[in-house]
């Protein structure tokens, strides 16, 4: 069964929903795009202003496989590409694509504060109810 990942273009300024399905050029697009990401990653040094230095390269990257993937025309593709929408949302949907095509995922851009608002439950606690 084809796995289907769906996109609202009304995010992108687009008025279309987009429905992508887990086609051969779709995985390669993937693949192609999280290269991109992991070899980005790679070169960067491990300390506080790289990583900084590498957000707008990620946003640059995640905007062109969005193009790339919904197959946008020139015009559609101008404002995405000037990082002019949601890069949280952008995201979200290159993320989906990503667990549903290669079976690989991204970090969350929630997953830092989640794990830092919750406290671990220590489940002798639990039994003790």
């Known amino acids: 069964m084809a796995k289907i990942v769906e996109f609202d273009g009304k995010k992108i300024g687009v008025n279309t929903s987009f429905k992508l399905i887990d086609t051969g050029n779709n995985i390669k697009k993937m693949v192609k795009y999280y290269t991109k990401i992991t070899e980005s990653a790679n070169k960067a040094d491990d300390n506080l202003q790289s990583a ?6 990620l946003a640059g990257i ?10 946008l025309n ?6 995405v590409l000037a990082l002019n929408y949601s890069f949280s949302d952008e995201y979200e949907f290159f993320n989906e694509c990503l667990v549903k095509f290669l079976g690989l ?3 969350s ?3 830092e504060e989640d794990s830092e608002d919750k406290e671990p439950e220590d489940p002798k606690l639990q039994d003790a109810d």
């Open 52 to 57: 900084v230095d590498q957000s707008p390269v």
């Open 109 to 111: 851009l929630d997953d």
């Open 105 to 107: 995922k991204m970090p």
């Open 74 to 79: 020139g015009t559609q593709k101008k404002p």
């Open 62 to 71: 995640v905007a062109e496989a969005v193009c790339d993937l919904l197959e």
